[in-house]
């Protein structure tokens, strides 16, 4: 069983960025793919990013290209999600997630994950 918890949410204006860290415990992240999702007021759960095991794969969403970062490190069984050039509309609550195959990159839907955080809230203000 992994437990995640996530952290470094909060309130920044349009154009700022955030780093969110993902901790895990219980058991190492090294065979699990890691995604971030995020999920808006009245909106679906929606993938964000995701990383394989090794951390040389990853896949965004589009509206995020180039302006978030996935990072993962195993040995500090951390996942961190650096967002820069934020905009209003990618406030939401954040969610990072693990899905127990190690190179699994093309897996998008919320249900193909088992563990989840507890997420934290991101605010960009216009």
């Known amino acids: 069983q992994v437990q995640l918890v996530e952290s470094g949410g909060g309130l920044v204006q349009a154009g700022g960025s955030l780093r969110l860290s993902c901790a895990a415990s219980g058991h190492t992240l090294d065979m699990y793919t890691m995604a971030w999702f995020r999920q808006a007021p009245g909106k679906e759960r929606e993938f964000v990013v995701n990383i394989n095991r090794s951390g040389d794969l990853t896949y965004y969403q589009d509206s995020v290209k180039g302006r978030f970062t996935i990072s993962r490190d195993n040995a500090k069984n951390t996942l961190w999600l650096q967002m820069n050039s934020l905009k209003p509309e990618d406030t939401a609550i954040y969610y990072c997630?693990?899905?127990?195959?190690?190179?699994?990159?093309?897996?998008?839907?919320?249900?193909?994950?088992?563990?989840w955080g507890q997420g934290t809230q991101v605010t960009v203000s216009s």
């Open positions: 997630a693990a899905r127990p195959i190690p190179y699994s990159i093309g897996s998008f839907r919320p249900n193909e994950y088992d563990y």
